[in-house]
């Protein structure tokens, strides 16, 4: 059997396809339609029906080529560009057709670090949407706000005050979108049995809402991957890690810049919730403060504590059960 590697470049418009053969490696640019995808994927299928696949993950653009790749059996890899472009090393200049060939070669080198992608429901791949349009509102939202404070310090004849005006009925518009848009998301929820299920256990941790749970649910695909609580922690970046070299460098443990900045954010937000509610986190994280030790540093401790209950939740089917209302 023959052993290909297909690295894809992914574009709005266009995929880029660098098929790496034992003997030879071919390019192929096509539209990004699930039409042309099916006939390359086809192609390939015939040389190699296991062939590895790998692409970067790009949001929105990927989601053709995942509908495409449902039909087949290769097996896919999903990874963080910023995983691929640390890999290569010191490189001078680019372009689609070479990115292509990098992310074959680091799949043929590395495929055996990385979980293989697996389909998500229709339910996970529509809230995906969802809650990327809810935070482009928020952040819509919040830049209205901070121009509206803006303007009120210096507001000074009718047309002003005027545009304060208009900017709170965008405000009042953009708040009512996004109720809609949390209301579409619960319908979704709702469609699938098993991940309403798994929201409403998670969110029976302190400071776990329903954005914390909705985030958790679709970062893991609907609990479906990274189901190990170390690797989504690291994934996370809540896992502190040490900087030792020799001698001449050793820190104190700290958490890695490469990390999902999304999840991560309404981790610190529930952390935040968490240690302000009468419950068991707060009990442990009152008492590493009083014992001296840094309040980011134990808030940190708590958000990789609330990925580890969340995730021993999920495995054993439970509710969270807190230590200070059952005593």
């Known amino acids: 059997m023959k052993s290909i590697h297909v690295g894809i470049d992914i574009s709005k418009a266009t995929l880029d396809f660098c098929v790496m053969e034992p003997q030879r490696v071919t390019y192929h640019n096509i539209k990004n339609k699930v ?3 099916r006939k390359l994927l086809k192609a390939i299928a015939e040389l190699d029906p296991g062939a590895l696949i790998c692409m970067e993950n790009t949001g929105y653009y990927n989601f053709k080529l995942y509908e495409a790749l449902e039909k087949f059996s290769f097996a896919t890899y999903v990874v963080d560009p910023k995983h691929i472009k640390r890999s ?6 680019k372009n689609d ?4 060939k990098r992310i074959a070669v680091f799949i043929e080198r590395n495929h055996g670090d990385f979980e293989p992608w697996e389909p998500a429901s229709e339910a996970v791949k529509t809230i995906k949407i969802l809650l990327s349009q809810r935070r482009h509102k928020i952040k819509q939202r919040t830049g209205l706000k901070q121009q509206n404070s ?5 507001a000074f004849n009718k047309s002003t005050r005027r545009l304060i005006k208009i900017n709170q009925k965008s405000i009042k518009e953009i708040s009512a979108h996004i109720k809609e848009t949390e209301g579409l998301i619960r319908q979704e929820i ?20 329903k954005i914390s749970a909705w985030t958790l649910a679709v970062k893991t695909d609907g609990f479906k991957r990274l189901k190990d609580p170390r690797k989504l922690a690291c994934f996370a970046g809540v896992v502190p890690f040490e900087q030792q ?3 001449s460098l050793r820190t104190k443990p700290r958490v ?5 900045m999304q999840l991560k954010s309404v981790l610190q937000m529930a952390a935040m919730r968490a240690v302000r509610m009468d419950n068991d986190l707060r009990v442990y994280y009152l008492r ?3 014992e001296g030790k840094n309040k980011m540093s134990v808030l940190n401790a708590v958000r990789n504590k609330l990925i580890h209950i969340a995730m021993a939740l999920i495995k054993n089917q439970n509710y969270y059960k807190n230590r200070l209302e059952l005593s």
């Open 97 to 100: 057709k070479v990115d292509a």
């Open 256 to 260: 890695s810049k490469m990390a999902d």
């Open 245 to 247: 070299s020799g001698t």
């Open 150 to 154: 803006d303007l009120k310090a210096i």
């Open 190 to 209: 709702n469609t699938d049995a098993q991940l309403r299920q798994q929201v409403k256990r998670i969110m029976t941790i302190p400071g776990i809402g």
């Open 35 to 37: 039409s042309a995808i």
């Open 88 to 93: 290569i090393g010191l490189v001078r200049g």
């Open 288 to 290: 590493k403060v009083g």
